[in-house]
Nanobody, 124 residues
Framework: RVQLVESGGGSVQAGGSLTLSCVGSGYTFSSYYMGWFRQAPGKGREGVAIIHTRYGGTVYAASVKGRFTVSRDNAKNTLFLRMNSLKPEDTAMYYC?????????????????WGQGTQVTVSS
């Protein structure tokens, strides 16, 4: 079965940077749509960035475009999210997701497999 394990979250001041990682197992990592989503307290799960692990195409939420970069290392079954110029409104639990048929969609409902999440806190 698909397993996703995130790491790299933490606390940072506004303007700082963090890189999240997600290691996938139990599936063909190089043939999936994978993405990063986030959920702040009291809010719904928001799509942040999507990538196809074979073709490399990406899509980003408008709120993070130009600041966040999604990438992958297929040899290591690892998905990354590099976050620069972090803002307090980026504070959330960040989740990794995977699905073979999701498409370049920022909708959480399109993804069938999820990690447990890693917390990112940005202070002003």
């Amino acid at each position: 079965r698909v397993q996703l394990v995130e790491s790299g979250g933490g606390s940072v001041q506004a303007g700082g940077s963090l890189t999240l990682s997600c290691v996938g197992s139990g599936y063909t990592f190089s043939s999936y749509y994978m993405g990063w989503f986030r959920q702040a307290p009291g809010k719904g799960r928001e799509g942040v960035a999507i990538i196809h692990t074979r073709y490399g195409g990406t899509v980003y939420a408008a709120s993070v475009k130009g600041r966040f970069t999604v990438s992958r290392d297929n040899a290591k079954n690892t998905l990354f999210l590099r976050m620069n110029s972090l803002k307090p409104e980026d504070t959330a639990m960040y989740y990794c997701a995977a699905d073979p048929e999701a498409g370049y969609s920022l909708l959480a409902s399109r993804f069938g497999s999820w990690g447990q999440g890693t917390q990112v806190t940005v202070s002003s």
